[in-house]
Every structure is written in structure tokens, then in C-alpha cells.
DNA sequence: GCAAGGTC
């Protein structure tokens, strides 16, 4: 076990109690748990290792804590502090404690910027019971004893502009949300009657009002659309081969129709073009946490809240690197040792490729363009003691993982794709086939393996018609799977990927989505708030409002602009919103609250 | 009571 002297007197503050335990492990070698206030706290003599749970302090209002019509403008303006969070009191009492009798204190938090908030979050309660404490800032990514301790060897600072970043961002969502939540709900209230008016919360959120328009946007786009479309089916019959199954689909009734004509007139279709290609399929890109959530959900059906947890909990466990990161670069990952490491997989096919790619005379892996600069993609660290993974998601999303992490090594599959195009009369219609060539890193990763469909047809082949049929069919919607929510609600730059899934969840939460049959669909109230909102102040329900202001978050992390500038920027397009809701309170409340049941 | 972000 490797082993790093800490000077005496120091104090190891983590995010979390699973990091302080590995700390302990790597840094302290043997130690001691002892508990305080409940918590664990790792120690050898005078060196004290614990973790925190996230944030301790949260930003609120100093005063309008009452919620009243008549004082929700001055929240624009009113004053704001550090509360300690509900439940958090036991680590302000355990910081305290411990940096009054240390020399050193270490921030071993996440190695982001709401980490370096936490960081600054825990420097604040330790000074305010030990002024002279020493502060470090220690930056790691993954749980590897040798980068652990190359980050304690050589420690950094607090980035006080990240600090900055993270506060802007709590004061702009803080002011926001509360003063358009206590807006649209102390209004709508005074037109519903009875209890329900009470209980009733019509909230606004900067993350959850454009994810709310993304979830309408299908629904808006049906309504203004055709209602209704025909399809029209036809069976072909070859002589040798069989039978194929075309279909086309109509927007107009009378087109259809003619078209069914034609083919039954025609009777017979000819193969009239017949193309052959080969088609590279290249090995996936490293894993970052959206593509990891996205790709677990569609492979293994485990929703992305669920994967989230399982990945955070194989992290904890040295399985696998840290799981929130937003790098598609093996940037400093030991590739070699990891597949070393894989050679002892118990799963032959593992070993074995780990093996192959160990003898290669030199590795390339795919890699994408993203880079955050903190946490490198998800892979994995070390591999499972028998028996030691035995929850059934569990064992497949490591098992992902893995694949996943090989895949990317590996050499692309060759696919041959066959195209045939038809005529029927004058209608025109494809069948296409796929066959795979060479199947590349397809060996170890099952899950994009292609139907292969045989197409053994030739130029000038006649196939009879033996049946149509046409049908009309309800055009419905089409309403977003939660994945491919996640998908736009990252490529809109909504939320965290350890937020958005809670961003869906408050949209169902408040009535405004309900979530049936793997889709979420939008129920009146919601669909109304996001015509209102696009109607009165289109640019609150924008779907790159968050990503303009993170874009202005980031201006701060750079140094580039003060907290108070981005703020106060930001706030000042609020006010103008404000002013044209309060013009037309009256009605756009009369009219959503029609609409709460 | 309200936001979004950590963590459980």
C-alpha cells in the first residue's frame, strides 16, 4: 500500500465520506476511525481525514422570507446571505473542531468549480475557529493511489474566480427562480378557490422552465401540423428469394390513392438500380457522463438517475474514474496499465483482447473534441475481486464500462450496405440490406452490433405484387423518451448531468409533464405556461437561456468580469421580463389558473 | 413554501 507522509496536525477535508476513506487508505496507511458528531473521521495520530456531503452553506434571503405580492419586486435587490444547509450543522461543529487543532488543512474536494465552492465553504468555517489554519487546495481526478499522491505532493490554491463563478450562478438562480415563482403563484392563487389554492405552486426556474419548453415543443409543433397521414403497404413476392415489404407514407388522401392504383394496375415491380458499398463503422469516442447515461439507458434500459448512482458508487469503490466529467480525451490515463490490469479479468473475452491490444506495437485510441480540463473520461481503474460486484445493474454497467473503454482501442468494423431501388408504374420505392465484413471492435461491444438483413437482389429482377394496403393513421405527437430529452437538454446546455434528470423530475412534480409509456408528455397546465411564457416573455422560456448564462458564469471563472457585473446584467433583463408579466398579471393568471386542476 | 447545485 502506498504511503505519503502528511505533516502533523493536518486536516483532509473530501466531498464525500467514500473519498475520505480512500484518502485514508492511500495517505495514512494504517489509521483509526473515530466518529464525531455522528461522522467518521479517518486518523493517524495528529492527521484527521473526513468528508463533507456537498454543499454546507446555501445562499437565501435575509429578509422577504414572507411571501406577499407587494414585495416580490424588491427581491431583485433585497439582501442575500450564507445559511448553514438544513442537516449540515454536524460538519460546521466537526470543521470547527478539527482545524482549531490543526496547523494545515487540505481541500481535497472535487476538483470543479462547485467544488472549489465547497472548498471555500469549508476554508470559511475552519478560519472562523482557527484564523492562522494553513490552506491547500488538492486536485485529483480519479481515486489511483499515484495521481492521489502526486496531488498531495504537489498542492495548488483555491481559484478564487471559480468560487466566483459558483456564486454568481447561485445568486442569479436564487433571485430568478423566487421572485417568478412567488409571482405566478401568488397571482394564479386569487382565481382557484378552495384548499387546492393553498397547496397550489406554479414555480419558474432557469433550468426547469426552458427543459418544461423542450418537453412542449413537440406538442406545438403538432398542433400547428397535418393531423392525419396514409400508408401505404406493399408485399412483393421474387421468385427465389421470397417476399419484401415496402412502405411509403402519404401526407394527402387522393396521393395515396392514386399510388395504390397504380401498384395494383402495375402488378409487377422492377428492380431498377441495385448499389453495393462498404461503410466503415468506427469504435465509439471515450465516455463522458452524458454519453455514459445515454448509452446505459439505450443498451441496459437502466434510467439515467439510477446509472448516475450505480457509476458514483463503482467510483467510490476504486472500480472505475470519477463519473462526472465532460472529457472525451485519454489525456495523462495510464491506458496500458489499465489494460494490464484487464488481463486478469475473469471474463476470457476481456482478457483476451486486453491482451491483444497489450501486444500491439502501439495503441490509438478514438477520441472526441471535449475537453473540461478537470476529470478524464469514465474508464475503468481496477478490476472486481470475485464476488465483490452482485447487484445485476451493477455487473452490467461495469461490464459497460469496460467494453466501452476497449472499444475505443480498437479498429473500426467493416460493413457492406446494399440499396435496391424498386419501380412500380411510375412509384418509386428502397429496400436496403446490411452484412458485416469485418467486425472491428464490434468483438467486445455487443451492443451497436447491426441487423443484418440479406438483400440478394440484381438489377433488372421482376417481383410480383401479391398484396396492398392502406390505412390511415392518426398523426400523434411525437413526444420525447427521457434520453432524448437528456440529449437536447445537453446539447442546449441545461443543467448538470448529475442535475438534468432532477430538472425532469420538478416538471412532473408540478404538474406540468406526466411521464407514460417511456415518454413524457406535457399536460395542459403545462403546455399553457409555456404559451404563456412564449406569448408575454418568449425570451424566459428560451432554450438557450441557461447556456447564454453560463457563457456569463464563465466570464467570471475567467476573470474577465466581476460577480456583481454578470449579475446585475443578468437581473437587469429579469426586470424587463417582470415589468411586461405585471402589465398583464391579471389575465395571463385568470387563464393559467383555468387550467389547474 | 420558491432555484440549482452538491451528496445519500
Not at 490552506?135 to 492521489?148: I, M, N, T
Not at 463563478?165 to 401568488?186: C, H, M, P, W, Y
Not at 491482451?355 to 473534441?369: D, Q, T
Not at 434528470?501 to 404538474?511: D, K, L, M, S
Amino acid at each position: 500500500m502506498p504511503f505519503l507522509m502528511l505533516p502533523p496536525r493536518s486536516l483532509v477535508v473530501a466531498e464525500k465520506n467514500k473519498v475520505a476513506k480512500a484518502l485514508a487508505n492511500i495517505l495514512l496507511g494504517h489509521y483509526r476511525i473515530m466518529k464525531y458528531r455522528g461522522i467518521p473521521i479517518y486518523s493517524n495520530r495528529d492527521v484527521w481525514i473526513f468528508g463533507v456531503q456537498g454543499h454546507i452553506l446555501e445562499l437565501d434571503f435575509a429578509e422577504f422570507k414572507e411571501w406577499s405580492l407587494s414585495t416580490i419586486e424588491r427581491l431583485f435587490n433585497a439582501r442575500v446571505q450564507y445559511y448553514v444547509r438544513d442537516g449540515m450543522q454536524k460538519y460546521v461543529a466537526t470543521i470547527k473542531r478539527f482545524a482549531s487543532l490543526s496547523h494545515t488543512i487540505y481541500l481535497a474536494l472535487d476538483n470543479d468549480v462547485e467544488g472549489e465552492h465547497i472548498a471555500w465553504e469549508v476554508l470559511r468555517i475552519a478560519k472562523s475557529a482557527n484564523p492562522h489554519i494553513i490552506p491547500y487546495r488538492v486536485r485529483f481526478s480519479s481515486l489511483d493511489p499515484e495521481e492521489l499522491i502526486e496531488a498531495f505532493k504537489r498542492p495548488d490554491q483555491i481559484n478564487w474566480n471559480w468560487v466566483e463563478k459558483s456564486a454568481t450562478r447561485q445568486e442569479v438562480d436564487l433571485r430568478t427562480g423566487v421572485i417568478f415563482t412567488r409571482l405566478l403563484t401568488l397571482s394564479i392563487r386569487r382565481h382557484v378557490r378552495g384548499r387546492k389554492a393553498r397547496s397550489l405552486l406554479i414555480s419558474y426556474g432557469p433550468c426547469q422552465t426552458p427543459t418544461l419548453r423542450l418537453i412542449v415543443e413537440p406538442y406545438l409543433k403538432w398542433e400547428q401540423g397535418e393531423k392525419y397521414q396514409y400508408k401505404l403497404k406493399v408485399v412483393l413476392l421474387h421468385p427465389l428469394y421470397g417476399e419484401f415489404t415496402i412502405t411509403k407514407t402519404y401526407k394527402k388522401f387522393e396521393e395515396a390513392t392514386k399510388a395504390r392504383d397504380e401498384i395494383l394496375r402495375s402488378k409487377f415491380a422492377k428492380v431498377v438500380n441495385f448499389k453495393v458499398w462498404q461503410d466503415e463503422k468506427k469504435p465509439p469516442i471515450p465516455l463522458d457522463s452524458y454519453e455514459y447515461a445515454s448509452r446505459v439507458a439505450r443498451f441496459l434500459g437502466i434510467p439515467s438517475k439510477v446509472a448516475m448512482s450505480i457509476a458514483e458508487d463503482l467510483y467510490r469503490r476504486g472500480l472505475i474514474s470519477y463519473p462526472r466529467t465532460e472529457t472525451q480525451r485519454y489525456r495523462g490515463v495510464k491506458i496500458k496499465k489499465i489494460l494490464h490490469k484487464l488481463t486478469a479479468h475473469h471474463q476470457y473475452e476481456i482478457s483476451r483482447i486486453a491482451k491483444r491490444l497489450l501486444e500491439a506495437s502501439h495503441i490509438a485510441p478514438r477520441e472526441g473534441k471535449r475537453d473540461d480540463k478537470a476529470h478524464p473520461p469514465i474508464h475503468p481503474i481496477r478490476v472486481p475481486k470475485k464476488g465483490e460486484l452482485r447487484d445485476n445493474r451493477e455487473i452490467k454497467i461495469y461490464d459497460l464500462i469496460v467494453r466501452h473503454f476497449l472499444a475505443t482501442l480498437m479498429p473500426s468494423a467493416l460493413l457492406e450496405r446494399s440499396k435496391a431501388l424498386v419501380k412500380i408504374g411510375s412509384i418509386e420505392a428502397e429496400l436496403s440490406g446490411l452484412r458485416i465484413l469485418r467486425r472491428g471492435y464490434l468483438e467486445i461491444y455487443p451492443y451497436e452490433i447491426p441487423q443484418e438483413k440479406e438483400l440478394p437482389l440484381r438489377k433488372g429482377d421482376v417481383l410480383r405484387v401479391i398484396r396492398v394496403s392502406l390505412a390511415k393513421e392518426k398523426i400523434k405527437p411525437r413526444y420525447l423518451s427521457e434520453s432524448e430529452l437528456i440529449k437536447l437538454m445537453r446539447a442546449k446546455g441545461i443543467g448538470t448531468d448529475s442535475t438534468m434528470h432532477e430538472h425532469i423530475h420538478t416538471n412532473i412534480a408540478r404538474g406540468y409533464v406526466i411521464r407514460r409509456k417511456g415518454k413524457l408528455i406535457p399536460t395542459p397546465l403545462g403546455i399553457n405556461l409555456i404559451k404563456t411564457l412564449l406569448d408575454l416573455t418568449p425570451e424566459l422560456a428560451d432554450v438557450d437561456l441557461r447556456s447564454k448564462m453560463e457563457q456569463a458564469f464563465s466570464l467570471v471563472a475567467e476573470g474577465m468580469k466581476t460577480k456583481k457585473e454578470v449579475v446585475s446584467e443578468i437581473l437587469s433583463k429579469y426586470r424587463e421580463a417582470f415589468n411586461k408579466v405585471m402589465d398583464r398579471l391579471d389575465l395571463i393568471s385568470r387563464t393559467l389558473a383555468t387550467y389547474v386542476r
